[in-house]
Nanobody
Framework: QVQLVESGGGLVQAGGSLRLSCAAS????????MGWFRQAPGKERDFVAGVTWSGGTYHADSVKGRFIISRDNAKNTVYLQMNSLKPEDTAVYYC?????????????????WGQGTQVTVSS
């Protein structure tokens, strides 16, 4: 069992930056693929970025060059650095953990979810 708690969301102007954090419980954090997803009102939950056990990273095309996912296994934490934010980035951002074997780009590939943190980008 893994519990995930996100933090770092808030209101920011377009062009600004935010860093989201996701703290995980449990001593097996390093064995999980970690991901960030986001969901805007009335829309599906979309993949944003993922990081493997060894630190390999994957980013959605919509955020490449602007967002960076990273993890610190010693701190049981995964981060999402978001730069050059746009109004269309406004959403609830969720952290997720996958024990592996699924499609890391799909929400169905993840076993555990945080409660989400709101990111609002004003124009």
């Amino acid at each position: 069992q893994v519990q995930l708690v996100e933090s770092g969301g808030g209101l920011v102007q377009a062009g600004g930056s935010l860093r989201l954090s996701c703290a995980a419980s449990g001593h097996t954090f390093s064995r999980y693929v970690m991901g960030w997803f986001r969901q805007a009102p009335g829309k599906e939950r979309d993949f944003v970025a993922g990081v493997t056990w060894s630190g390999g990273t994957y980013h959605a095309d919509s955020v490449k060059g602007r967002f960076i996912i990273s993890r610190d296994n010693a701190k049981n934490t995964v981060y999402l650095q978001m730069n050059s934010l746009k109004p269309e980035d406004t959403a609830v951002y969720y952290c997720a953990a996958s024990s592996g074997g699924g499609n890391f780009y799909s929400s169905f590939g993840y076993d555990y979810w945080g409660q989400g943190t709101q990111v609002t980008v004003s124009s």
